[in-house]
């Protein structure tokens, strides 16, 4: 089956930082990959995705390149704000998403 | 256009007490999926539908929980009797060609 690891958190940075959330997968078949994000008290939003090798999703400044020889799908943004605060999820899936454990984000003014 | 929409938000319960949740999906997607987050967790899929097909459903623990997506359109998450660890938030997705969008989910507590 289809897992995922996720770099732990909490994360915190400031404003304005370089931001990096590593994601690895092991997955059956070809897997399309997922960044979601959930603000506190909110379901999970997509954030981005990438359906094929060497693809690039990207969304509000956010990338992420699938990189199928590493079976990886790390979350990068140059410049973090204030309201980017909230749990990213990466989430392979096939016929069903599996997601991590999720990574807390906090950005300080 | 309407997202996913679950009802109710919140609930609280006593345990042994049963509860159920609702789910609208987005209208045109068939794939219905219903996950269980608990706290500091990632969602973990109970059961996922095709149209009114429950085509995945063995994580879903069938002794207590229930489901069903009468019609293909809405779907209900049953829970009898409920226990203390049942509390969790649960959501539902729908989608289609693998993309899916969340509801708000339910906030179980039981006490």
């Known amino acids: 089956g289809n897992s995922v690891t996720q770099m732990e958190g909490p994360v915190t940075l400031s404003e304005e930082a370089f931001l990096t959330i590593n994601c690895t997968y092991t997955a059956t078949g070809y897997p399309s990959l997922f960044w979601y994000v959930q603000y506190p008290g909110e379901g999970l939003q997509l954030l981005l995705k990438a359906t094929k090798a060497d693809d690039k999703g990207s969304n509000k400044g956010f990338e992420a390149t699938y990189r199928k020889e590493t079976t990886s799908f790390h979350l990068e943004k140059g410049s973090v704000q204030v309201s980017d605060s909230a749990v990213y999820f990466c989430?392979?899936?096939?016929?069903?998403?599996?997601f991590g454990t999720g990574t807390s984000l906090t950005v300080i003014p | 256009e309407a997202g996913v929409v679950q009802s109710p938000r919140y609930k609280i319960i006593e345990k042994k007490q049963p509860v159920a949740f609702w789910c609208n999906p987005i209208s045109g997607h068939n794939t219905l999926y219903w996950y269980r987050q608990n706290l500091g967790q990632g969602p973990e899929l109970l059961i996922r539908?095709?149209?009114?097909?429950?085509?995945?459903d063995s994580q879903l623990p069938k002794d207590r929980f229930s489901a069903e997506r009468l019609k293909g359109v809405d779907s209900t998450l049953k829970i009898q009797p409920a226990e203390l660890g049942d509390s969790a938030v649960y959501l539902c997705a729908s989608g289609m060609n693998t993309e899916a969008f969340f509801g708000q989910g339910t906030r179980l507590t039981v006490v």
């Open positions: 539908y095709e149209n009114e097909e429950a085509v995945d």
């Open positions: 989430a392979p899936t096939t016929n069903q998403f599996y």
